[in-house]
């Protein structure tokens, strides 16, 4: 069962573009949505992440959008550029102990100069 | 300050074989992590363990087995290797709080 549903899966947009992607939950107990970040051969780097008591949280470039009502948030790229090409994910999980990450498919994003 | 480090970073298995995928970290995490990587596909959790001494099963652990007898180190044991078992292979790990640091991943291919 895939628990966080990732859209679209891969993504063009010309430099100095906005890159938006979505992501829609079902588990309404997660209460940490996490966006990272994967360049090829490299393992996920944490880029920005939410919890459901705000709406919107914004670092630099980088901005989630977090609707609880209708359990989806999503990362917008503002001014995207080529050094933005790679591949998010976004996760989802629920504060316990373990705290295990539920993660999307995945976008493949390309931005083209 | 090495963070999570994986060997190795490819390995070819013939079917049947076992290998063990190392992993460690230098951080004092107490969290340690195991996911694995299809193409196309986010990363599906097989493992973890909260602490030295103490593993448990995640969404994916069939055919893989981990132990973890330090706070630094946290093994993944493939026994019986399958070409369902091909995929890209992350450790990771966390202390406090909700940042995951994972590793550059073992690319693993069975044939």
């Known amino acids: 069962q895939q628990q966080v549903k990732q859209s679209p899966q891969s993504l063009i947009v010309q430099k100095g573009g906005i890159s938006i992607i979505n992501c829609a939950y079902e588990?309404?107990?997660?209460?940490?949505f996490p966006w990272y970040q994967q360049f090829p051969g490299k393992g996920p780097a944490l880029l920005i992440a939410?919890?459901?008591?705000?709406s919107e949280k914004k670092e630099g470039r980088f901005t989630i959008s977090f609707n609880k009502s209708a359990k989806q948030f999503s990362l917008h790229i503002m001014d995207s550029q080529p050094g933005d090409s790679a591949t998010y994910f976004c996760?989802?999980?629920?504060?316990?102990?373990?705290?295990?990450?539920?993660f999307g498919g995945g976008t493949r994003l390309m931005v083209k100069p | 300050n090495a963070g999570v480090t994986q060997t190795p970073k490819f390995r070819i298995l013939k079917i049947g074989q076992s290998m063990t995928l190392q992993c460690t970290q230098d951080?004092?995490?107490?969290?340690m992590y195991w996911y694995r990587q299809d193409p196309g596909m986010g990363l599906k959790l097989i493992y973890y363990?909260?602490?030295?001494?103490?593993?448990d099963k995640g969404e994916v652990p069939n055919g893989y087995n981990v132990s973890r007898s330090t706070t630094e180190d946290f093994p993944l044991r493939l026994e019986l290797a399958a070409p369902s078992q091909t995929s890209v292979y992350f450790c990771?790990?966390?202390?406090?709080?909700?940042?995951?640091?994972f590793g550059s991943g073992t690319r693993l291919t069975v044939v």
């Open positions: 990771a790990s966390r202390r406090t709080g909700n940042g995951y640091t």
């Open positions: 588990n309404t107990a997660f209460d940490y």
């Open positions: 939410i919890r459901p008591d705000v």
């Open positions: 996760a989802a999980t629920i504060n316990n102990a373990g705290n295990m990450l539920t």
């Open positions: 951080m004092n995490h107490n969290y």
């Open positions: 363990s909260v602490g030295a001494g103490i593993t």
